[in-house]
């Protein structure tokens, strides 16, 4: 049950508590599948009642919780009609008051910085056969980024981790670790059995720290992700790091963006690559040049287990990108790359991989300079392939020639789900090739247009598509220059269309006529759940009819709720 919601209706006065100790004799007259229901004589009332409990264990769904609270609300508004039953009020049993205490008890700790005490209250918790989801998370998950810095906190973490606890992941960032705080967490890695995910980003642990955590992932036999992002490792924590990883057993997921590790890192990790169980690899941000891109093109040729590999900001080059992109026709288990501001320009070397490539479901190329021409050729590769769901090709300067060879695409595509063509100056005659498309389109879910000065007239174009559109969930028209005519002719796709449940609009002066229409809409809309009209000039008169409209939905959405 979401934490405060039911405390506060009571001490509002919204719902009546009532103290359990008043409701004898019960007997129970039902079970079902969250809870029981019982009859208990009520002591002040001279009242036969109904008590309906609500099991809550680990296993139960945050949805059937959120129904427990619906039925109350619904309750509360239908309780006086005499064809239904009265709803008097809730209670807490004697069990539930002593788990509350204890959970006020363990965070009251938690935050004092007294971890072993508030862990052993934790584990306590979890023992009640009635502890919730929450409690679970709480006992296993901890998140103490920027709350270990001072000695005496990792003193205490450090008793907690040293037994066999519930804990099994921990976020250890922004802490300024450094070499000396490192220490003693490696050597609980060496001992500890519980703890499968570490994140330690962002504290200062240098190549000192980097060989002594390679020192304990030589022994540690549990930890499978590890976060080492933003900690100055440099080349030769990358070497050592390196050669850890053929002696560990366990981790699959390794972070290592911002580490300056260089081209001679990058080429160690590269090495190691055959040897791990990685299934996930970030090297973003690590300079590691076209020699290190080259590398690590050799070793997926290779590697049977890598699905996830993130090489954004690397001055891979041409010879480094290619490289890469080439070792993709020989790959069988990669399914997200990152590709993101390396200068590949372009798009040649894409076709021949993508037309034989069978796993790759997700490609970033942002900012790489693909260009028209770069597009068109990469274009050709996705009409034969049949893998890829997700594509990014924000700010690659495709132009208006560029988004009518992609709109062609699309439709003889059947595979592509999510496109991104943020920043590409596609103009309105690209928006309009786009907007056709999507009439022939059925598979698209997400699309993103923002910044590309699509104008009233792309607008339209996208308005009239979402008229005939039956699969598209999310569009994105940030900074458009829509003006109030895209605007209104949006508003009236809304009224027609039945599957879009995201749109941002932010930024396109729709004015308050247009704040007007889209309110108008919203009264007939349906499916739509988020709608972002941030600086749109809509005054005070559009701001109005949209509060408006919002009012009218919820009465709509009630008077759904309670004929069901």
């Known amino acids: 049950m979401p934490k405060g919601w039911l405390e506060k209706a009571i001490s509002e006065g919204h719902i009546n508590y009532i103290d359990y100790d008043?409701?004898?004799?019960?007997?129970?007259?039902?079970?079902?599948?969250?809870?029981?229901?019982?009859?208990?004589?009520?002591?002040?009332?001279?009242?036969t009642v109904a008590l309906k409990s609500l099991k809550v264990d680990t296993n139960i769904d945050e949805l059937i919780i959120k129904d427990f609270i619906n039925e109350l609300k619904l309750l509360r508004r239908v309780s006086y009609h005499p064809n239904i039953i009265s709803f008097y009020g809730v209670t807490k049993t004697q069990s539930g008051i002593i788990l509350?205490?204890?959970?006020?008890?363990?965070?009251?700790y938690f935050v004092q910085g007294k971890f072993l005490k508030a862990l052993e209250l934790f584990e306590e918790i979890l023992r009640n056969n009635q502890h919730s989801l929450k409690d679970q998370e709480n006992a296993t998950t901890w998140d103490l980024s920027c709350k270990c810095s001072r000695s005496e906190n990792l003193d205490e973490l450090t008793k907690a981790l040293r037994k066999d606890t519930t804990l099994t992941s921990l976020d250890l960032s922004s802490n300024k670790l450094g070499l000396f705080g490192v220490k003693a967490i490696a050597d609980i890695l060496c001992k500890n059995t519980t703890l499968i995910s570490l994140n330690l980003k962002g504290n200062d642990l240098g190549s000192g720290g980097g060989k002594v955590l390679a020192d304990a992932l030589c022994k540690n036999i549990i930890l499978k992700d590890l976060n080492l992002a933003d900690n100055d490792l440099g080349l030769e924590g990358g070497k050592v790091l390196a050669d850890a990883l053929y002696k560990n057993c366990m981790l699959a997921s390794l972070n290592l963006e911002g580490n300056n590790l260089g081209s001679i890192g990058g080429k160690a990790l590269a090495d190691a690559l055959n040897n791990t169980l990685l299934t996930s690899l970030n090297l973003r941000s690590n300079n590691i040049g076209p020699e290190g891109g080259k590398a690590l093109a050799d070793a997926l040729c290779n590697n049977t287990l890598l699905n996830s590999l993130d090489l954004q900001f690397n001055n891979l080059g041409l010879s480094g990108g290619y490289a890469l992109v080439e070792a993709l026709c020989k790959n069988t288990t990669l399914k997200n790359l990152n590709l993101r501001d390396n200068d590949l320009k372009g798009g040649e070397a894409l076709v021949d991989a993508l037309c034989k490539n069978t796993t790759l479901t997700y490609l970033d190329l942002r900012s790489n300079g693909l260009g028209s021409e770069g597009v068109k050729a990469l274009t050709d590769a996705l009409c034969k392939n049949f893998t890829l769901i997700s594509l990014n090709l924000q700010s690659n300067g495709l132009g208006s020639e560029g988004g009518r060879a992609l709109a062609d695409t699309l439709c003889r595509n059947s595979a592509l789900r999510d496109l991104n063509l943020q920043e590409n100056n596609l103009g309105p005659e690209g928006g309009k090739a786009l907007a056709d498309a999507l009439c022939k389109n059925f598979t698209l879910t997400s699309l993103n247009l923002s910044r590309n000065e699509l104008e009233s007239e792309g607008g339209k174009a996208l308005a009239d598509a979402l008229c005939k559109n039956s699969t598209l969930k999310d569009l994105n028209l940030t900074g458009n220059r829509l003006g109030l005519e895209g605007g209104k002719a949006l508003a009236d796709s809304l009224c027609k269309n039945s599957t879009l449940t995201s749109l941002n609009l932010q930024l396109n002066r729709v004015l308050s006529e247009g704040g007007k229409a889209l309110a108008d809409a919203l009264c007939r809309n349906s499916t739509l759940t988020f709608l972002d009209l941030q600086e749109n000039k809509l005054w005070s008169?559009?701001?109005?009819?949209?509060?408006?409209?919002?009012?009218?939905?919820d009465l709509i959405l009630a008077n759904q709720i309670l004929a069901d």
């Open 100 to 108: 509350e205490n204890l959970r006020k008890k363990a965070q009251e």
């Open 541 to 553: 008169e559009g701001g109005k009819a949209l509060a408006n409209a919002l009012y009218i939905r």
């Open 22 to 47: 008043k409701l004898t004799d019960p007997i129970m007259i039902g079970i079902g599948g969250i809870g029981k229901v019982f009859k208990y004589e009520w002591r002040d009332s001279e009242l």
